[in-house]
């Protein structure tokens, strides 16, 4: 990698809320071993949590995740008479290949970065033993049979495809499913016979043929009429909960789905929508009784909790309601950064996106992240926030503040996420732009000019064109354009 693209990993890597199972910030070099078993250590969590690398950093304090440098220099150091990389590669098995790099931060800060593969197949072990961070304290893997297990287990069947109720005969398939409501949600006549519904629903991976007939787990997802019908997936239905006030200490109401995704949606997100406060601030530009929040945002958000949850964590689907902010949350960490969300896609459960979109439930690939922000700044709402942490998921929209009671974090986030916007819809963020999202008169451009600048330093936005000496007409891209 080049010096450039490895001072933009560290930076998004310090961006992460802590350390992780693939994540270790260290400031020096302690020894040997202990690197040998946090490679291990972060190649599994790295598989566990479907990254394709993990992590290993010297230079970086692991608390404040400031930047300090080291003096640790991996390649040049040894083991005994040994090279370190050498005397690793030999006690580790199977012998992955992971990628030292040096490099300096600046002209004062060397930083050294450990870039290792997730393991495949089967755990790392490093001198016969495998690791798995747990709480920032690397721990033998043995000692966690459950996440052992699921290494083992990645090379099985993906979720989606697993069976949920076997053994079944031909008429058993509707008792359990709600098959009409796929023919409506397509759009497409109901077959006049049995053998065609079963035909179509084998041809969509909903069914499969055995000795009998099994319904899947994908199947189940989406069409169960009760999902208590099917053993482990019940557990994914969607909760909705209502506080009362700004945090958890009172319930208002709450509401737990119990069908499947597919019958189950357009009523989760109405009773959603329901819940929501009207805006009183926008009432007064757009129609009285505006929500909140945008209904297409919550539509999309929940659309995306579904699609992107890791089916085989523990965990549900869940929406918060707050009287300051809504919370929409799915088990499992993505598997993009989340300020790529906006121009990046990848799901793990493909066949399950696939049928979601077509049922009509969500947009296209890539489509959907930019419609939410575009309704946050029509609404005049701060900005959208992604939080990962404890093997979940959060995505976060806060009810009405004016420019002046934001945070300058919060300013920074808006202007980058303005950016992505402009940026995906083929244009330019501008001073003017940004005033227009913010709602800034001309006569204050300089505040405007103020929050570029801090996005600028913050390295979440860069200049277009960086040779112009005109403030006045610059405009600017997100930092991974």
Not at 89 to 94: F, H, I, K, V
Not at 246 to 264: P, S
Request: contains cysteine.
């Amino acid at each position: 990698m080049k010096n450039n693209q490895l001072i933009d990993l560290l930076n998004k890597l310090v961006k992460q809320p802590n350390e992780n199972e693939w994540l270790e910030f260290k400031l020096n070099f302690h020894s040997g071993d202990e690197i040998g078993e946090l490679i291990s250590a972060l190649s599994n969590g790295a598989c566990l949590h479907n990254q394709p690398f993990g992590y290993l950093v010297f230079g970086v304090e692991d608390k404040t995740h400031q930047i300090h440098g080291t003096t640790f220099k991996p390649k040049s150091h040894k083991k005994g008479n040994e090279d370190l990389e050498s005397w690793l590669l030999q006690r580790l098995n199977p012998r992955i290949d992971f990628e030292v790099c040096e490099f300096n931060y600046d002209d004062t800060k060397h930083i050294s970065i450990y870039i290792i593969p997730a393991a495949q197949n089967r755990p790392v072990e490093f001198n016969h033993n495998s690791f798995i961070r747990i709480n920032c304290v690397t721990r033998k893997l043995n000692d966690f049979p459950e996440k052992q297990a699921k290494i083992w287990k990645k090379d099985a069947a993906p979720f989606e495809k697993e069976v949920a109720k076997d053994n079944l005969i031909a008429s058993d398939i509707a008792k359990y499913l709600s098959t009409e409501s796929y023919f409506d949600l397509m759009r497409i006549p109901y077959p006049s016979n049995q053998e065609a519904v079963i035909e179509k629903f084998l041809e969509e991976g909903l069914v499969v043929k055995r000795k009998g007939y099994a319904i899947t787990k994908l199947g189940a997802l989406l069409f169960a009429k009760q999902l208590k019908d099917f053993e482990g997936i019940e557990r994914k239905s969607v909760r909705v909960i209502v506080y009362k006030g700004k945090n958890k200490v009172e319930t208002e109401r709450e509401q737990t789905g119990v069908k499947g995704y597919a019958l189950g949606f357009e009523g989760l997100v109405d009773w959603t929508n329901s819940q929501l406060p009207a805006n009183e601030e926008i009432g007064k530009a757009l129609r009285k009784d505006t929500r909140m929040y945008p209904e297409i945002a919550i539509r999309e958000l929940v659309a995306n909790a579904l699609i992107h949850q890791d089916l085989n964590e523990k965990g549900f689907p869940m929406v918060e309601i707050f009287n300051d902010r809504i919370e929409i949350s799915n088990p499992g960490t993505p598997l993009v950064q989340p300020d790529r969300f906006i121009d990046a896609y990848v799901s793990r459960n493909e066949k399950l996106a696939d049928l979601m979109r077509r049922l009509g439930f969500c947009e296209e690939k890539g489509s959907g992240l930019d419609k939410v922000i575009h309704f946050i700044e029509l609404y005049q709402l701060p900005p959208v926030n992604v939080v990962v942490a404890e093997s979940r998921t959060r995505v976060t929209l806060y009810s009405y503040k004016s420019l002046n009671d934001l945070d300058k974090k919060e300013k920074i986030r808006a202007c980058y996420q303005h950016a992505c916007l402009k940026y995906v819809s083929n244009e330019k963020m501008t001073n003017q732009t940004l005033r227009e999202r913010f709602k800034i008169e001309s006569q204050n451009a300089a505040i405007a000019s103020r929050i570029i600048r801090d996005a600028l330093e913050e390295r979440v936005i860069k200049e277009d064109n960086p040779e112009s000496k005109s403030r006045k007409y610059a405009s600017y891209l997100p930092f991974w354009a």
